[in-house]
């Protein structure tokens, strides 16, 4: 007799937990065979809000900790994953060929080397970004601050602060090495972030989301939502208390949409168009960290 | 408002403060040439008439200071072009073509400049777009010597600018003089040498110019900000359409006559005067690259959403309301110095002005004190007069929106303290530095930008609620804290969201110092190493 599998439910990261969406909706995520894979929450505007609300108030004590201690915890991050290669593998290779073609279609020329990869390499080129950026969290601040040579008596230096809450929206493709490599630079600096997982193929996502909340990650620093990008986008930049956007391969229309709507409040929009995920001397840098600090700088006289 | 080493004028009965380094000190590394400004000396009163304000008493009588005005003959002429391609348009005439730019502070016209159209815009994007090639192909170095020679033609004729900026904006020539020209000067001269370096200033990235850059400019610190935008995008390969605000046009274009003697290329900076219709235009100009602004946030937040469906890059630099903290452990005397430098300096008209004064509790009245007596000494009256503290507002416009504050401060039940009794002339726009007290959080004074001399006093009692206050304001661009322990000033500098944070002084400037805000303060840094980051693609 064969044994009938036991058909998992995904459910969100919000704030450490993982409730379903107070919607109650789920949606089927279908293998090759068009068979119900496993189901994966559906998430609402009000989960959206309630990731942003936890976020909010998780960033400062996040962003308080010392660089050395945000630079375990994101280790400790690849540490669990690494635990969760095969199911992370298996999770990406388990969507519809036609699903990847299309999210391959939509990351345009830069694809070819993605095409390249191999749901395995992308495991290992994932973790080994979350590996790299641990290492930035107690450096960034020494390459992207400095102190200014003012003419007059005066110390006066420059250094990176956090943001503050950040909403990541990952490409279609590549759905785990897309969306670590938009929030780890992130997080790294000492924002919090509210992402949503790739349309195409959730899953990944939310095992990654299993191994953050098994590591020494703070509740409400990361917050990963599923459901249909679109439905969501609307709600995200009118969102006074949302202060950046990361994201990657938007369409035109909703690139224009989110920043008009950024520009309500001044949200700092980042779009990366045509980056290759796998290629590490593009995605590998202090330069993902700047565009989530603020450089603070501060005068103080000098004398005796 | 002493920025660059000039004393205040009260220092001479009484002020501890004044001997501080910080307040003292100088900021200029290049002085601008000839500048032995001598105060006036006679003892003759200024003003026969002028009464004596209570508070002010102190300083009464025998201690009056003779006019001394800035002698200088400024040339300005009857009408202006814009300046396209290395050359000058003609000047348009009628009324809606040309518009009259006044001295606010006796509101006689200087001159009349063309409003900018549609089509000046484009011929102006055009001719940057036509310059780029060439510009971007010149070697660094060489690029860096035109950088070089502008900000040594500036120094050259910095008196006649200083002269110029003074009238057409209304600021006291002491500051136009020993603040504003200098640090144009100096902004050249710190860009000059990055145009060969900046390869050392992107780790690990080449930096490509940005291309066309649509700057457009506000009215407080006319040439500064020109300087502001200008020096870093010619420095990094950039060529630029420059647009001056509608009241303060002259310096700009005066600028654009230094541009030709030094022979940039044409082209590679343009400069067109107008209105906001001009800015629109360059906003929504498809031919530009990248638009930079600096100016209120509603204006910044619609050019957000006009440049939102396009590859333009955007930097804005937009208002605030900044907070300035008073802690009981500080020198009570230098951060009553610091308050005035933060909130008179320029009339008020600064977008990082420390216009919400926290006082903690303990020490309150004594620096309400202090302040009031501080106040009433602060000559107001012709920018021209080199003893003048506090010009002439900027425009008519401008002052109905400080008064309508004023108004409102009253109606919302804070109370006005106008120690200030300076004798006004009899036109132009003018207003006595002044604060208010009894000030809630909620007031309208404590929530929006005046941008005037008018200061905003509330008391706090912990460092937490002290940073709490700073912190409840959708703006972010800078803040002050006055304690003499080191740790705390530490502590509360980090906690403060602003970009910029002055610790025991106040409205200090510098070349290499980024400037810039959080939140609706704007994004992107202007000045130093960060400043490159908005001209660059890395």
């Known amino acids: ?304 | 408002m002493w920025a660059c080493g000039q004393r205040p004028p009260v220092a001479r009965y009484d002020s501890p403060m004044s001997s501080h380094p910080a307040t003292g000190s100088s900021l200029k590394s290049i002085s601008s040439n000839g500048h032995a400004a001598s105060n006036g000396s006679a003892e003759k009163p200024r003003e026969a008439t002028r009464p004596p304000a209570p508070a002010a008493s102190a300083f009464a009588g025998g201690f009056e200071y003779a006019p001394a005005p800035e002698t200088v003959k400024v040339e300005i002429k009857e009408r202006y072009g814009h300046y396209i391609s290395g050359g000058w348009t003609t000047a348009s005439t009628g009324k809606d073509a040309s518009f009259a730019t006044i001295n606010p502070a006796n509101e006689k016209t200087l001159a009349h400049v063309s409003q900018g159209t549609d089509k000046d815009v484009d011929a102006a994007v055009k001719a940057a777009r036509a310059a780029l090639p060439r510009w971007q192909a010149l070697p660094a170095t060489e690029r860096a010597k035109f950088l070089f020679r502008i900000a040594r033609r500036i120094q050259e004729r910095a008196r006649e600018l200083a002269v110029l900026e003074s009238m057409d904006s209304g600021k006291p020539i002491k500051e136009s003089r020993d603040v504003d020209i200098p640090l144009v000067a100096a902004h050249f001269f710190y860009h000059a040498g990055w145009a060969d370096k900046l390869q050392f200033a992107f780790h690990g990235r080449t930096p490509s110019p940005i291309g066309v850059c649509g700057q457009i400019i506000p009215w407080n610190f006319p040439l500064l900000m020109a300087a502001w935008k200008l020096a870093p995008a010619l420095a990094c390969g950039s060529t630029c359409v420059l647009k001056p605000a509608e009241t303060t046009p002259l310096t700009a274009l005066r600028l654009a006559e230094i541009l030709e003697e030094v022979d940039l290329p044409p082209g590679v900076v343009n400069i067109v005067t107008g209105d906001g219709r001009t800015g629109a235009a360059i906003v929504n100009h498809p031919g530009v690259d990248k638009v930079a602004f600096t100016g209120s946030t509603d204006v910044g937040k619609k050019i957000a959403a006009a440049t939102a469906g396009t590859k333009k890059k955007l930097t804005l630099e937009l208002g605030g309301k900044s907070a300035h903290i008073i802690f009981e452990d500080a020198s009570l005397d230098q951060a009553v110095e610091g308050i005035i430098q933060g909130i008179y300096f320029n009339q008020g008209e600064v977008c990082c002005a420390g216009s919400r004064l926290l006082v903690q509790e303990s020490v309150l009245e004594e620096v309400t004190k202090k302040l009031e007596l501080r106040l009433a000494s602060l000559r107001v009256g012709d920018p021209l007069d080199k003893n003048t503290d506090v010009g002439a507002v900027n425009s008519a416009q401008q002052l109905a929106t400080i008064n309508k504050y004023l108004k409102l401060g009253e109606e919302e039940g804070a109370t006005l303290c106008r120690a200030n009794s300076s004798t006004l002339p009899g036109s132009g726009y003018w207003c006595r530095p002044c604060f208010f007290t009894g000030v809630q959080p909620s007031h309208t004074i404590a929530r929006e930008e005046i941008f005037g001399p008018v200061l905003s006093v509330m008391s706090f009692r912990t460092v937490d609620e002290a940073i709490l206050r700073a912190n409840n304001t959708p703006y972010g661009l800078a803040a002050g804290v006055w304690t003499d322990k080191g740790s705390k000033v530490l502590d509360i500098a980090k906690k403060l969201q602003a970009g910029v944070v002055w610790c025991n002084t106040y409205n200090k400037f510098d070349p290499a110092s980024p400037f810039g805000g959080y939140k609706e303060s704007g994004f992107g840094r202007e000045g130093g190493v960060h400043g490159l980051r908005g001209y660059v693609t890395l």
């Open chain 1, 1 to 304: 007799m064969t044994r009938i599998p036991v058909l998992k439910t995904y459910k969100l990261l919000i704030n450490g937990a993982f409730p379903r969406s107070e919607s109650g909706r789920s949606l089927p995520v279908l293998d090759k065979k068009d068979n119900v894979l496993a189901h994966v929450a559906h998430a609402s505007r009000k989960d959206l809000r309630d990731a942003v609300e936890a976020a909010r108030a998780a960033q400062p004590k996040w962003a308080g900790a010392t660089a050395y201690n945000r630079g375990q915890v994101l280790y400790r991050l690849a540490e669990m994953m690494e635990g969760k290669r095969e199911e992370l593998a298996e999770a990406i290779a388990s969507v519809p060929f036609e699903a990847r073609a299309q999210a391959r279609a939509r990351t345009g020329a830069a694809s070819k080397r993605a095409r390249s990869s191999t749901p395995s390499l992308e495991v290992s080129t994932a973790i080994d970004r979350v590996v790299h950026y641990a290492g930035w969290a107690d450096k960034y601040g020494q390459v992207l601050g400095c102190n200014n040579p003012v003419a007059g008596p005066f110390y006066n230096f420059t250094s990176p602060e956090p943001t503050g809450v950040v909403v990541c929206l990952p490409p279609d493709g590549a759905p785990l090495l897309g969306l670590l490599s938009l929030i780890v630079p992130v997080l790294c600096a000492g924002n919090a972030v509210v992402t949503l997982a790739s349309e195409a193929n959730p899953i990944p996502s939310m095992i990654l989301a299993e191994a953050a909340a098994t590591s020494d990650m703070p509740g409400g620093i990361l917050n990963i939502l599923t459901g249909p990008r679109a439905e969501l986008i609307p709600h995200i930049t009118p969102h006074r208390d949302v202060d950046a956007v990361h994201a990657a391969n938007l369409s035109a229309e909703q690139n224009a949409a989110l920043r008009a709507g950024a520009a309500e409040n001044l949200k700092r929009v980042t779009v990366r168009e045509g980056v290759v995920f796998a290629d590490n001397d593009a995605c590998n840098s202090p330069w993902w960290i700047e565009p989530f600090v603020e450089f603070k700088t501060m005068w103080h006289p000098v004398s005796a």
